[in-house]
């Protein structure tokens, strides 16, 4: 990956585990997975093995609680992870957990603050079956894709160019609201991934959105600190009185509204 520099020496991605990949699936596991999606975690054999780590196949995930503005772990700077607690089982059962709360709420980007953890840590996926009710044109507008799931650690991240674009956004600790918002249209981040091992991207549109929002909440920011704050409404009002339209068209009601 050319261009980060950001990083020393290499993590070695051999893992410990000798089961990895190995063995079928634990009875654990398979029982779980209907439970725990349908949050019927007290019924389900996972109460008893929530936290432990039975053997490497046993993967139990726990939805975590999104803190809400207001809460000071959403405005303190987080700290970077070191490889070795990348590496770690605390961290990787973060990990987890942290897809599992994203894939609930649901979302497509949670910072570690979110979570209440001043870490450097960020999980970030954009799923097809998010993009099948939205027109074509608006995905276009947006240039909104699917986005793999992924984990973004200590990242660093560099705007390209200076095109701009406004679109409504949102955030899961913000929950009900939106607000239009100015973002670099590309960007390049640097970051380490779940293995701890040195990665680079070039993003463009809605991912580098998210990108830079996620990112932001590791600097103690939120979007509202950059928002344009008479577009700030509720997701309901939003819907009902945004929905189809162009930013610019947007714009040009506030400022009638503004002006009348
Ligand atoms: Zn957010």
Known sequence: MAGCGLYGDRY?????????GATARHPVQQRCAVPL?????????CRFAVGLRVNCDIVVTMRLKIVQVG?????????ELTREEIRGDEIQRLIRDMRETMHDAPGVGLAAPQVGLPLQLAV??????????????ELAEKERMPVPFHVVINPRVEIIGNETVEFFEGCLSLAGFSALVTRGRQVRVCYLDELGEEKSVVA???YARILQHEIDHLRGTIYIDKMRSRSFTSIENGTRFWKGKSTTEILKELESASNG
């Open 204 to 206: 463009s549109g809605w």
């Open 37 to 45: 999606a349908k949050q019927e975690i007290a019924g389900c054999l």
């Open 12 to 20: 070695d991605s051999e893992r410990s585990c000798a089961n990895d």
């Open 71 to 79: 809460e000071a772990v959403l405005r303190a700077g987080a700290r």
């Open 124 to 137: 970030i996926e954009d799923r097809e079956e998010y993009l099948k009710t939205i027109p074509a044109e």
